[in-house]
């Protein structure tokens, strides 16, 4: 899978998982005021955990599969971003545990949060101008 094909699929994820937290933060609140059942809560959740789940798989991979090269950076590169990234993911993990109280009195949270995680890597990682087969190229090759 090319570079922009990577991008594109991890940018459609992106929208899908903030239609998901819309969605959860909605019937959270709905909920939280007696005007909706837990099952329907549950079951929105549900399809976030998995959608998000998904995702994390979708660009570790990702990740692992653009970057990998013979060049030093390459596998310094990947250590440091999976790191990053996999600590990221257990705090919303951690956000999306618990009660179906306790995970609707904070999905406020988690939405800005996450909204705010997507956002750093669309402007860094997911960029147009990083994301890319050249550059990634030129930064896996080894030295000569």
Do not use: K
């Not at 955990?49 to 310094?76: D, K, M, V, Y």
């Amino acid at each position: 899978m090319s570079a922009e094909s990577t991008r594109q699929l991890l940018l459609a994820q992106h929208e899908r998982l903030r239609e998901h937290v819309r969605t959860c933060s909605r019937l959270a609140r709905l909920y939280l005021n007696g005007q909706a059942s837990g099952r329907d809560l549950d079951l929105v959740l549900e399809v976030l955990r998995e959608e998000f789940a998904s995702h994390n798989e979708a660009e570790t991979a990702a990740i692992r599969r653009l970057l990998h090269g013979p060049a030093a950076w390459s596998s310094l590169m990947i250590d440091r971003m999976l790191e990053e990234h996999l600590a990221e993911h257990a705090a919303f993990w951690d956000m999306l545990a618990g009660t179906r109280a306790e995970v609707a009195a904070r999905i406020d949270d988690l939405a800005d949060e996450l909204d705010a995680h997507m956002a750093a890597e669309e402007r860094t990682f997911l960029a147009p101008a990083t994301l890319r087969d050249d550059i990634l190229a030129v930064r896996t090759r080894t030295e000569t």
